[in-house]
Nanobody, 123 residues
Framework: QVQLVESGGGLVQAGGSLRLSCAAS????????MGWFRQAPGKEREFVAT????????RYADSVKGRFTISRDDAKNTVYLQLNSVKPEDTAVYYC????????????????WGQGTQVTVSS
């Protein structure tokens, strides 16, 4: 069992930066692939980024590639999402998740989810 708690969301101006954190409970954090998803009002939850168990490999949605960076610190049981050059369309609730495979970036392979943190980008 893994419990995930996101933090770091808030209001930011377009072009600004924000860092989201996701703290995990339990001693098996390093055994999970970690991912970030987001859900905007009236839209389905979508994949944002994922990082492998070792942290050596990352994948991003095309919409955030080059602007967002995912990283993990296994000593702190924490995964991060650095948001740079944010746009109003990045406004959403951001969720972190712990999953089983790096090869598939869909919700179905993630077993544990946080409660989400709101990111609002003003124009």
């Amino acid at each position: 069992q893994v419990q995930l708690v996101e933090s770091g969301g808030g209001l930011v101006q377009a072009g600004g930066s924000l860092r989201l954190s996701c703290a995990a409970s339990g001693r098996t954090f390093s055994s999970y692939v970690m991912g970030w998803f987001r859900q905007a009002p009236g839209k389905e939850r979508e994949f944002v980024a994922t990082i492998s168990r070792s942290g050596a490999s990352t994948r991003y949605a095309d919409s955030v590639k080059g602007r967002f960076t995912i990283s993990r610190d296994d000593a702190k049981n924490t995964v991060y999402l650095q948001l740079n050059s944010v746009k109003p369309e990045d406004t959403a609730v951001y969720y972190c998740a712990a999953g089983r495979t790096f090869r598939i970036a869909t919700m179905e392979v993630y077993d544990y989810w946080g409660q989400g943190t709101q990111v609002t980008v003003s124009s």
